[in-house]
């Protein structure tokens, strides 16, 4: 599965973006997909992920700021990001996992077993 990651930028802390995960010529609706991030010098971090039947699970550090949602009908997945922190500057990454098997889906929500990859956003939050 090919996956575009778009929406990346420069934003003042307490703004707001979104970021886009497309999936040209690809059907996304079996497929649980989720957000990562990498900010310098850190590992990649588990972020958000929604699962093929439309469960959510955003991680602490996002949670109440981030919401992931989906359109199956537009094969895109998206992260609403708001109340922007200097600390979630990183290059963000969109996955997905295409088993709907029932081990698969709450490893993927867990953010583990991810096949297929995006190229990152860079997103930049000033203070």
Do not use: H
Not at 64 to 70: A, K, L, M, P, Y
Not at 86 to 98: R, S
Request: hydrophobic share 35%.
């Amino acid at each position: 599965v090919q996956l575009q990651a778009s929406g990346g930028g420069l934003v003042q802390a307490g703004g707001s973006l979104r970021l886009d995960c497309a999936a040209p010529g690809r059907t996304i609706s079996s497929l649980t997909m989720a957000w990562f991030r990498r900010a310098p010098e850190k590992e990649r971090e588990f972020v958000a992920a929604i699962s093929w039947s439309g469960r959510t699970y955003i991680s602490d550090p996002a949670k109440g700021r981030f919401t992931i949602s989906r359109d199956n009908a537009k094969n895109t997945m998206y992260l609403l990001m708001n109340s922007l922190k200097p600390e979630d500057t990183a290059v963000y990454y969109c996955a997905a996992i295409g088993s709907t098997g029932t081990l698969a889906t709450a490893q993927a929500m867990r953010g583990r077993g991810y096949d297929n990859w995006g190229q990152g956003t860079q997103v930049t939050v000033s203070s």
